[in-house]
């Protein structure tokens, strides 16, 4: 493999990595935009990470802000967010599947054993 193809593959682990440690409490629209980003330059490495997606239309939605329960009136904010537990479950899955179809030449990936070892 080239050494271009090879600097992408480290970037893309190092950004997978520092947010699987980092994951935020609440993700935003641009946490998601920055996730597509990483997936991006997987398909653009040759790996098949679109299904990994999260859908803007089913995982996110606007939070309210302020709610007037007699009127019945609601302010949202104006960023979206994640549904809880969302980018989580995609951002640990694309971070498995990519430590999955890496060879040990290329990237060395030692997650926590459940065991405690």
Do not use: C, W
Not at 37 to 56: C, M, N, P, S, W
Request: charged share 25%; aromatic share 12%; no cysteine.
């Amino acid at each position: 493999m080239s050494q271009d193809h090879d600097d992408g593959l480290r970037y893309v682990f190092a950004q997978l990595k520092a947010l699987v440690n980092d994951l935020p409490q609440v993700a935003y629209e641009r946490d998601v935009e920055r996730f597509h980003e990483l997936i991006a330059e997987l398909v653009a490495l040759g790996f098949k990470a679109d299904r990994f997606r999260i859908d803007t239309d089913k995982d996110m939605f606007l939070p309210v802000a302020v709610s007037n329960s007699l009127t019945g009136q609601k302010i949202y904010h104006k960023h979206h967010q994640v549904h809880h537990g969302v980018f989580a479950r995609q951002v640990k899955a694309l971070f498995t599947y990519f430590e999955l179809t890496q060879s040990a030449s290329h990237v060395s990936v030692f997650l926590p054993r459940s065991d405690g070892q």
